[in-house]
């Protein structure tokens, strides 16, 4: 069956269900009717052997489970006598029929079907006259493997993912990223790596902690073995929506993957995949979500494990999360003698710059760049994703950043890489075209300071042009007579008494001299100043647009005054026409 045919024999299936569904239902029963038929016609050729075996062990009192995969040569099985061909041969039972199916599937599948809610979408067909037609309708499609390979049985899935995402898409963007955004951040992650991926055989393991509907680690799975198609990934991922997990894992058992890998469960508070390390990973966390709920569980990790759990640098403050996500990635790199990790991450722009010296963000931005883990950070243009406008930023990290690159970071500013869209979803509006991502690539493969029509695109720092110091700036108080008052006891006896209300801070560039910059920028304005240096603190941010901005001189102002002469003038004669 090709791709068209299957694509539009998935949507015929709609219409059965127009009327009783809406639009952005469809997918409810649409995806968990395709895997079941995927996975009945892949089991069709053992299904004897499997049935034979169970009763074998059964009756020698063993537990089946290891010799039913076996027989079955897959990573599931199921046990029970129907298959989908049967469940057509009763109709007056077709609904405790086809349930006592899925009970027959081994657990990781039943899962599937369960975090689908399957079982209400029973119900409701029931209910509507339509369970008997859509099972016969999908009983129809020969998905047999012979017939449509994994990878286009991937595909396919893939594409009905993405369509009813749109057709929902007051929530897509919390479960869905724009596919070209994860083929930009995959080139990225990959791209330094070329020689090493394709060799004969490499096994790589990639892990999204924030999965969605798998498509992070589709795309990374279909660039890694387009590159080399002798490649084994292994993808791992954790996700929290009940049917955005269903869905991520019935994309990868559809392909082959081990189901295993997928956790269900909130990643920053119940880690799936405890004390394991990836060679890539990609994520689009939340923006600005709160994490007050499990507030209590990360504080603990961070007082009782400090560097040795996830969040050793620092924490966020409790209004946005997505930091969190940063901390944890790091915490599951390879460590460089094993041969290190690359990731790439999408942030709004609160992770850039919010919080002073001193508080969790900076510390996280200064854990990051003391360690020199940031190789770049790229800005999308806005009206990327489906549910927000925002600017974002993919950030690229890794341990083993190439000798060129260390000790730097490099900052594109690809805001304006975009097409118009033909039709908006949601607050999407703009996409990257194919080769506005072959440009940013570029760019950062190049590693160079690029200028286009005068404004920069491509900037590289040292990471200390991020960081500063903030010192604070103390004034004696002075007595009624304009004396200084000296303090009479402490360690701080015979010294001027200092002035709260005086108070001052100032940030110092790391690159400068505390006194240097002292003596030129506050003396000449308060000689009677001093530094507290106890007071001092490191901090660091990304002030990405102010690097990147381009001033434009006003026009002249001879052309500026006889411009407003034209619009008096035109004023003036307005009211004298009034007046006659």
Not at 74 to 82: A, D, G
Not at 332 to 354: A, H, Q, W, Y
Not at 373 to 399: C, K, Q, R
Not at 453 to 476: H, K, L, M, Q
């Amino acid at each position: 069956m090709s791709d068209t045919n299957l694509s539009s024999f998935l949507w015929s299936v709609a219409d059965l269900l127009r009327g009783d569904y809406k639009q952005a239902d469809y997918g409810k029963v649409i995806l968990p009717f395709t895997v079941l038929r995927r996975l009945d016609c892949v089991l069709e050729s053992t299904k004897a052997e499997v049935l034979a075996e169970k009763e074998l062990r059964e009756k020698a009192g063993l537990n089946p489970d290891a010799f039913l995969l076996r027989k079955a040569k897959q990573s599931f099985y199921n046990v029970s006598p129907l298959d989908m061909k049967k469940l057509m041969g009763d109709s007056d039972h077709i609904g405790e029929n086809l349930r006592a199916y899925i009970a027959g599937f081994s657990a990781p599948v039943r899962d599937i079907f369960e975090s689908f809610e399957f079982e209400k979408q029973i119900d409701r067909l029931q209910k509507a006259g339509l369970l008997y037609l859509v099972t016969e309708r999908f009983a129809n499609a020969d998905l047999h493997p012979s017939k449509v390979s994994n990878a286009q049985m991937g595909l396919v899935f893939e594409e009905l993912i993405r369509k009813f995402a749109e057709l929902s898409n007051e929530t897509a963007g919390e479960h869905f990223t724009p596919r070209e955004v994860i083929r930009l951040m995959v080139d990225l992650i990959f791209f330094e790596d070329g020689d090493a991926l394709s060799k004969p055989g490499v096994v790589r393991t990639i892990y999204d902690p924030t999965a969605g509907t798998g498509g992070m680690l589709s795309i990374a799975e279909e660039s890694l073995t387009d590159m080399n198609p002798s490649a084994r990934p292994s993808m791992y991922g954790q996700e929290l929506n009940p049917e955005s997990y269903a869905i991520c894992k019935a994309d990868m058992l559809i392909k082959g993957q081990d189901i295993g890998n997928v956790i269900f469960g909130n990643t920053l508070s119940n880690d799936g995949h405890p004390g394991k390390t990836f060679d890539y990973m990609l994520s689009n966390p939340p923006f600005g979500v709160e994490w007050k709920k499990i507030e209590r569980e990360i504080r603990r990790e961070a007082e009782e494990k400090g560097f040795d759990g996830r969040f050793g640098p620092g924490l966020p403050r409790v209004s946005d999360g997505s930091l969190l996500f940063l901390l944890h990635l790091l915490s599951k790199m390879r460590r460089v003698e094993d041969g290190g990790s690359r990731f790439g991450i999408v942030l709004n722009g609160s992770p850039l710059f919010t919080g002073g010296a001193g508080s969790g963000e900076s510390e996280i931005r200064r854990y990051v760049l003391e360690n020199d883990l940031l190789e770049a950070i790229v800005a999308l243009p806005t009206d990327m994703f489906y549910n927000t406008g925002i600017s974002t930023y993919v950030w690229i990290v890794s341990n083993r950043k190439p000798e060129a690159r260390r000790g730097k970071v490099q900052l594109i500013d690809a805001s304006a890489f975009w097409q118009k869209m033909r039709k908006s979803l949601g607050s999407k509006r703009k996409e990257l075209s194919p080769s506005h991502i072959a440009d940013i690539v570029r760019i950062f493969g190049d590693f160079e300071e690029v200028t286009r029509d005068g404004a920069p695109i491509s900037r590289i720092f040292s990471n200390e042009a991020f960081g500063y110091r903030t010192i604070t700036v103390e004034r004696p108080e002075r007595d009624a007579d304009g004396k200084v008052v000296l303090a009479t006891k402490g360690k701080n006896k015979g010294q001027p008494v200092p002035n709260s209300s005086q108070r001052d801070t100032e940030n110092v560039p790391l690159s400068e001299s505390i006194d240097d910059y002292f003596r030129r920028e506050v003396l000449p304005h308060a000689p009677d100043a001093w530094i507290d240096h106890e007071k001092t603190k490191v901090g660091y941010e990304i002030p990405f647009n102010r690097h990147f901005y381009v001033f434009k001189p006003p026009r002249p102002l001879a052309e500026i005054d006889a411009e407003l002469k034209t619009v008096t003038d035109r004023i003036l004669t307005m009211i004298g026409s009034l007046s006659h």
